[in-house]
């Protein structure tokens, strides 16, 4: 993060401050779309710039060790849903990983959260909210080689 931020304030501002000026030069600022587009541009890279300040403020450490008979990040997990009598696979990821629709589970997530550090077999209580909950039993646990971790950095 701190490498693209360091390119985007040394060489992508430059360039998007640039166009702009050179965008001013051809005449009448309110038809031109040249300029509104290289104004767009120059305000998409600072917005990136200060998410990705942002979030190296508020970044924090998370410990990704795990045992290799318990449930860690990076895990994909199989576990049987007793209410729907069905079983499901999720991987367990960061928060910035998190991807439902494509079974990458949020360790901040309710079920994430039940999830780490149990071992295969346990009888876990996913807890939704205050007034609902219910049981899944772990029946896998794969571990995630580094290969795939970093398949995953990518998404």
């Not at 600022?29 to 200060?50: C, V």
């Not at 970044?59 to 007793?82: C, L, M, R």
């Not at 069905?86 to 360790?107: C, F, H, P, Q, W």
């Not at 346990?122 to 646990?141: A, F, M, T």
């Amino acid at each position: 993060m701190e490498e693209e931020i360091e390119y985007r304030k040394l060489v992508v501002r430059k360039e998007a401050l640039e166009d702009v000026k050179t965008a001013r030069a051809h005449g009448d600022l309110s038809e031109n779309f040249e300029y509104k587009a290289a104004k767009q541009y120059k305000n998409q890279n600072e917005s990136r710039i200060r998410y990705l300040e942002k979030m190296i403020k508020t970044a924090e450490v998370i410990d990704d060790s795990s045992e290799d008979d318990e449930v860690g990040i990076h895990n994909t997990v199989t576990v049987y849903i007793e209410e729907d009598d069905a079983e499901e696979t999720y991987r367990i990821v960061t928060t910035a990983r998190g991807n439902s629709l494509k079974g990458m589970i949020s360790i901040e997530s309710p079920l994430g959260k039940a999830l780490l550090g149990h071992k295969v077999g346990d009888r876990v209580l996913i807890q939704v909210n205050p007034d609902y909950g219910y049981y899944v039993v772990i029946r896998s646990i794969e571990n995630t080689s580094e290969d795939e971790t970093e398949i995953l950095r990518k998404f």
